[in-house]
């Protein structure tokens, strides 16, 4: 993404990009943000854990682990903390399944 940036700021052209990353390069580039914040752009992340059936390589315990740490209050945390400068780079929207 970063030399997607870089080639619209040299050719002065429009491109998407996340926050995250326009974020960490607006004082690299002179391009500004024209357009945020439609639920259209919306571009969430996942974690999940391969599938052991197709892929016995897989270290399930290991994810499972991880997946566990990412979704509980202090991986949510760390991921609401997680900021350049001032600007908070995530949104943490870690939902509980029972």
Not at 47 to 58: E, Q, R, S, W, Y
Not at 79 to 87: L, P, R, S, T, Y
């Amino acid at each position: 993404m970063a030399a997607v940036l870089r080639v619209a700021d040299d050719k002065q052209r429009y491109t998407l990009t996340d926050c995250g990353t326009q974020i960490a390069f607006k004082n690299k580039i002179s391009l500004t943000i024209n357009f945020e914040g439609n639920s259209a752009l919306f571009n969430p992340y996942h974690v999940m854990a391969g599938n052991l059936a197709k892929h016995p390589h897989v270290k399930y315990d290991l994810a499972k682990k991880y997946i566990d740490f990412v979704v509980s209050e202090q991986g949510q945390k760390i991921i609401v903390e997680f900021k350049k400068g001032d600007q908070q780079l995530f949104y943490p929207d870690a939902m509980e399944t029972k």
